[in-house]
């Protein structure tokens, strides 16, 4: 079983930047592709990025440019880095981690382990 805390939610103007974390317990990271998603009140959880074992990456449209995510294996933890943050950024943001390791999949149904979400609001 892996055990994923995600932290570093705040509030911030548009325009800001923050870097959510994502810590990892019960298994090692260093084998697995990791993901982040979102969700906003009254809408479907929804893809954001994410980094395979070997550190190749994918991201939505809508970030793509202004969100950047990495891993750091010897910390066993994943992290999405957000500058430029507009309103519509404004969710909960949840970690995901998917033991088919060489796949940086975009749907929710390739990971095997969910985080309970940090939240994440920017205002206008």
């Known amino acids: 079983q892996v055990r994923l805390v995600e932290s570093g939610g705040d509030l911030v103007q548009a325009g800001g930047s923050l870097r959510l974390s994502c810590a990892a317990s019960?298994?090692?990271?260093?084998?697995?592709?990791m993901g982040w998603f979102r969700q906003a009140p009254g809408k479907e959880r929804a893809f954001v990025a994410a980094?395979?074992?070997?550190?190749?990456?994918r991201y939505a449209d809508s970030v793509k440019g202004r969100f950047t995510i990495s891993r750091d294996n010897a910390k066993n933890t994943v992290y999405l880095q957000m500058n430029s943050l507009k309103p519509e950024d404004t969710a909960v943001y949840f970690c995901?981690?998917?033991?088919?390791?060489?796949?940086?999949?975009?749907?929710?149904?390739?990971?095997?382990?969910w985080g309970q979400g940090t939240q994440v609001t920017v205002s206008s």
């Open positions: 980094i395979t074992m070997v550190g190749n990456t």
């Open positions: 995901a981690a998917n033991r088919v390791g060489g796949a940086a999949l975009p749907g929710q149904k390739g990971y095997d382990y």
């Open positions: 019960g298994r090692t990271l260093s084998s697995y592709a």
